[in-house]
């Protein structure tokens, strides 16, 4: 995976769980050295490589606080690229033995200088000014320089396993970092393949639609028509025509005959969003869609077939409206079968920076305006508000935020006002009023109405997973904490 600053390494590697870390810093500044050394001090991956050009660092310039775990090595041509590549990389007995249960990761920092050879087998620097790319590797053996660190034994339910660091299509392009959702995306992925009806929840602007795209794009049936029904924004007594169609005289002001959108999605895909707005009849034939792929249209005794796959969205969990008789429960347990839920963006600290320089750059593009590097202080202020808008709103944000900069650069003065003064807008959700009082470090029992084990979540990635620290800005005690999380399903299997 990559990053977009030195900033992001320590806080990536710990939510991936990397086993292999490389900083490439050729280019750095002395100051950007002094700074990166400071960080990879709080980087708990096996093994870091700090990627240099010759003559750029020596043992004397390593700071003395991380001298003990430092080894300079010095490249001169293709032969030592080769013996530092299988160094480094050809053993699987490693990690045979961390899955073993090891308490401790052994952790080398390397400081290697780079010249330019024919066949390097280090990657191109993207971006000199500020060149940090962290990549997960095969892990190496510990080398006899190396010094054990304790890893923070602090790890959340949402700790990824080994299998999301495989390559995924639909992750790469939700250009998503946080773990649990690469693993829903993982599962969502296969079950795009086939012509099944599928269900996603999640709020507004969390991304369903974009989703539900990308899930055509995945299909066979990605050269037909693709229709997004927007239920919510339908009047009521309109929706089943616009599904089903109706024939002429059906209604007052049916003049002419009409296909509905599940005749013009042919053999493509239709996304129906917002189908809690359905009332009861209206959910009794779209069940029958799903389950015989057969409707008549409105004032018409003739049945049609569907060829068009279905994929359902919802704002709203739909258990609770099936407990308030809103949600006929025959629907919900036939969607529910292949139901994904999207978490809201306040839930996807990692995606946050990634998703607003991608913003950045698009719309810098669109409106014709020159940016050239993105603040420190700009990404900071993203991570400090809770988005109930989620995705939609920080595009609009960065968009604003685009238009306002100066001299080719974001500056956090760029932001809307209510983002840096935390006054968000509404969200159905209490966790977004609960955001800011984790923020401000308030005790659980001044927000009760912040579900505990949100607030530890949201705790432990503010702490970088420290449960000594988690603990104390939650005010309790780190066995309290511990007890919690066991409660929670949050702790490791051998925990």
């Not at 050879?117 to 500020?130: E, G, L, S």
Request: aromatic letters at 6%; a neutral charge; glycine letters at 6%.
């Amino acid at each position: 995976m990559e990053c977009y600053s030195v900033a992001e390494v320590p806080r990536l590697a710990m939510a991936q769980d990397a086993k292999f870390v490389v900083i490439d810093s050729r280019g750095a500044t002395p100051q950007q050295l002094a700074r990166t050394f400071a960080l990879i001090t709080q980087c708990y991956s096996p093994r870091v490589v700090l990627a240099t050009t010759p003559g750029q660092i020596s043992p004397v310039s390593v700071p003395l606080e991380v001298m003990d775990r430092v080894e300079v090595v010095e490249l001169q041509g293709d032969e030592d690229y080769r013996e530092l590549a299988t160094r480094v990389l050809e053993t699987d007995v490693a990690a045979a033995v961390s899955a073993a249960g090891m308490k401790a990761a052994s952790a080398t920092v390397e400081a290697v200088s780079i010249p330019a050879p024919t066949n390097p087998v280090w990657p191109a620097a993207p971006r000199p000014v500020q060149p940090a790319v962290s990549m997960p590797l095969v892990p190496p053996m510990p080398t006899a320089n190396a010094v054990a660190f304790e890893r923070p034994s602090a790890r959340a339910d949402f700790a990824p396993s080994s299998s999301l660091n495989e390559p995924s299509q639909f992750a790469d392009q939700f250009r998503t970092r946080t773990p649990e959702l690469r693993q829903m995306l993982r599962r969502l992925e296969v079950a795009a393949r086939h012509s099944v009806t599928i269900l996603l929840i999640g709020e507004t602007g969390s991304g369903k639609t974009h989703l539900a795209n990308l899930i055509h794009s995945m299909s066979p049936r990605v050269t037909e028509p693709f229709l997004h029904v927007a239920c919510g924004a339908l009047p009521g007594e309109l929706i089943e025509s616009e599904l089903f169609g109706h024939v002429k005289g059906a209604f007052t002001s049916a003049h002419a005959d009409k296909d509905g959108k599940f005749l013009a999605a042919g053999n493509g895909t239709i996304l129906l969003d917002e189908i809690d707005v359905l009332t009861p009849d209206q959910q009794v034939k779209l069940l029958r869609v799903i389950e015989q792929g057969e409707f008549e249209p409105v004032g018409s005794n003739r049945t049609l077939r569907v060829k068009a796959r279905i994929i359902a969205a919802s704002n709203l969990q739909l258990q609770p409206l099936v407990e308030q008789g809103r949600f006929r429960p025959d629907l919900y347990y036939r969607l529910n079968t292949l139901s994904f839920i999207i978490p809201p963006l306040r839930k996807r600290l990692p995606d946050i920076e990634p998703l607003a320089r991608y913003f950045v750059h698009f719309h810098a593009g669109q409106l014709g305006i020159d940016v050239l590097d993105v603040a420190d202080d700009f990404v900071e202020a993203l991570l400090q508000y809770p988005w109930p808008g989620n995705v939609r709103e920080l595009e609009n944000a960065i968009r604003s935020a685009v238009i306002y900069s100066h001299s080719g650069r974001m500056t956090v003065d760029c932001l809307p006002t209510h983002i840096l003064s935390g006054k968000a807008g509404p969200g159905n959700d209490p966790s977004v009023s609960g955001f800011f009082s984790v923020r401000r470090g308030e005790s659980l029992e001044n927000r009760m109405e912040l579900t505990e084990k949100e607030m530890i979540e949201q705790a432990l990635l503010r702490n970088n997973f420290s449960r000594t620290n988690t603990a104390r800005n939650l005010g309790i005690s780190r066995v309290t904490l511990y007890n919690k999380m066991r409660k929670y399903g949050m702790l490791r299997k051998n925990e």
